[in-house]
């Protein structure tokens, strides 16, 4: 940066949050920046934790040219940005850290800007979330492979590839980002960079020409740049699906037929259940909810007559088919053939009954393909508490390990849970034929923030009893988390939404610190861009 440039910089970096406001709103328009205390506060809070600190105002751009002014003036004047897309993590990702910080909402630059099923690309906008994707591509046959997490109906695609997600796909085709062909991102001082092949003018059709620089944006909790378009794969939407779930006596029977069935590379997703998580999906569900997945039951299987035979066999199948002490894992295969569905169902039987497991109903498997999306009420517990998981991705070999050396530190910990009324479950899915994800969830009694109550919908969260304040609770549950992304570490496990919860930059060797600083530092001269993650610290340089 030249010395003028830094000049001008200082020069502005006096400006007040209403001078600021004032340019942004030019730029913008009125509707797309906010000031209102309400709103600030809600997009200084995630679904785990609120920061201390209040955002100064909150800019919607709307469209690239937009963003690429928004997040030149913000840096500009000395404000540091934090990008949001839907809010929906629960790692500190997107929440202020620093006095003097805009969070830029991306949830408004939502559009899919174009599907071409002769080169099998989509451009989106970042904003647009995973169920408008999946619906968008619908009508044409087509899909991404990796396809969204199952906060798909508000989380957004640039949430997902700055952070990286699990589930539908991730079984066949990995992680979010193993489904990037191309992406256009927004530097610090506004320049747009573009990565991929591509004709001049057009969308990338091609991800690997030389380096791969799209990678250095996925994961990389938006430190390096805005996502401001997105190219991704296309593929052709499987013909046949099948569904099959099978129930363990023990985690490790149970983890060592998920890890199998990864080898196998049989499922286009699998997710799993122990007793705790089970007992809570039990409490949870009502018959509203059985009603309304029925009915999606009924619309998925295509003919009235086969859909009221599926609907009416996972209604007597009911809820109570697997035991309380067991685990299940739901498994689903999809091909272009209903015979290799068939052999993979089958593989998957011969592999659970290998490991000592026996079939059950597959509804639950069913009811997740016929409602991949659904409304996030689950962030609050079947009481009124609060939610938080947090993981390790670990490999098949040692998964078994990491859920073992988890479930002894909550044996240590149960008298302290009991005092406070935290109880957990967990969560396993696998990532392709190469990794497994442990995922402990913890509930605990204490009052919920702004954010969740905006996300749950009113009339669930009016069954609800409003809980107070309990941040003894909270701290018992807070020491859990960081004990167990200790184990992670201790296990050289991977994470996804690294945010500013997992210890990334500590884990890496000293040659790949300086690589990451010394792009950071490129990219991002004065570290405006969400200081602290990825645990990139701030340059004194920019604010005193
Ligand atoms: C009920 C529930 C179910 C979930 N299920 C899954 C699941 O199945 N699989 C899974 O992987 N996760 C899951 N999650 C976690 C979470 O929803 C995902 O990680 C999701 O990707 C968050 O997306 P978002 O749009 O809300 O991103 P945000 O939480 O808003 O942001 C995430 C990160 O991305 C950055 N960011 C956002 N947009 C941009 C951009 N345009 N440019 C640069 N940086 C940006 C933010 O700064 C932040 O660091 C679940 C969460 C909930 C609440």
């Not at 500009?76 to 909402?105: C, F, K």
């Not at 396809?147 to 066949?172: C, E, I, K, R």
């Not at 809570?280 to 909810?289: C, E, F, G, P, Y």
């Not at 004990?483 to 496990?493: H, T, Y």
Request: hydrophobic letters at 40%.
């Amino acid at each position: 940066m030249t010395k003028e440039a830094l000049l001008t910089i200082e020069a502005a970096s006096n400006r007040s949050a209403d001078e600021v406001a004032e340019i942004l709103s030019q730029i913008v328009g009125r509707s797309n920046l906010s000031t209102d205390l309400d709103e600030r506060q809600r997009n200084s809070q995630d679904i785990w934790s609120n920061s201390p600190l209040t955002v100064d105002m909150v800019v919607a751009p709307t469209s690239l040219e937009d963003l690429a002014k928004v997040v030149s003036a913000v840096t500009a004047a000395g404000y540091a940005i934090a990008p949001r897309g839907a809010g929906m993590s629960y790692t500190s990702a997107y929440i202020p850290t620093a006095e003097r910080t805009v969070s830029l909402d991306m949830s408004r630059m939502n559009r899919v800007l174009e599907i071409d099923p002769e080169a099998m690309t989509v451009t989106v906008e970042p904003g647009c979330t995973w169920a408008a994707l999946a619906q968008a591509l619908a009508p044409h046959g087509l899909r991404t492979p990796f396809w969204g997490p199952m906060s798909g109906l508000t989380s957004t695609v640039g949430g997902g590839l700055s952070q990286l997600n699990a589930m539908f796909g991730a079984g066949h085709y990995g992680t979010s980002s193993e489904s990037v062909i191309g992406l256009t991102i927004v530097l610090a001082d506004g320049r747009v960079l573009k990565t991929g092949a591509r004709a001049k003018g057009h969308a990338p059709f091609y991800r690997n020409y030389g380096p791969d620089l799209a990678g250095l944006f996925c994961g990389d909790a938006g430190v390096f740049g805005v996502k401001a378009e997105i190219t991704l794969r296309l593929m052709r939407r499987p013909q046949h699906e099948g569904y099959v779930s099978f129930a363990f006596a023990t985690g490790a029977a149970l983890l060592s037929t998920m890890a199998e069935m990864a080898r196998s590379g049989i499922a286009s997703e699998m997710c799993a259940f122990d007793p705790g998580l089970t007992k809570v999906r039990m409490k949870r569900a009502s018959l509203a909810d059985d009603v309304k997945v029925l009915g999606q039951l009924i619309a998925k299987e295509g003919s009235l007559g086969k859909g009221l035979l599926s609907a009416a066999k996972t209604a007597l199948g009911g809820r109570n088919f697997i035991e309380a002490e067991e685990y299940s894992v739901h498994v689903i295969c999809e091909g272009r053939s209903k015979v290799g569905v068939s052999e993979d169902l089958d593989a998957a039987r011969a592999i659970a009954k290998a490991n000592g497991g026996h079939e059950i109903e597959n509804t639950i498997a069913k009811v997740i393909r016929a409602n991949p999306f659904p409304p996030l009420n689950s962030i609050l517990g079947p009481e009124g508490e609060r939610w938080a998981p947090v993981h390790g991705i670990a490999s098949l070999g040692a998964a078994l390990t990491l859920f073992e050396k988890c479930e002894s530190l909550f044996a240590e910990m149960a008298p302290v849970f009991e005092q406070h009324g935290v109880y957990t479950g967990y969560l396993f899915t696998s990532l392709s034929t190469n990794a497994l994800i442990i995922e402990p969830v913890f509930y605990w009694p204490e009052e919920r923030n702004a954010l969740i109550e905006a996300t749950v919908e009113p009339q669930h969260l009016a069954r609800l009893p409003s809980l107070a304040a309990n941040p003894d609770a909270t701290a018992v549950v807070a020491e859990a988390r960081k004990r167990v992304i200790e184990i992670c570490a201790e296990l050289g496990c991977g994470h996804f939404q690294i945010g500013r919860s997992y210890p990334y930059l500590e884990s890496r060797d000293e040659a790949s610190v300086l690589l990451l600083e010394t792009i950071k530092s490129a990219l991002d001269p004065t570290g405006a861009l969400n200081p602290g993650g990825l645990g990139l610290e701030t340059p004194t340089a920019r604010r005193s």
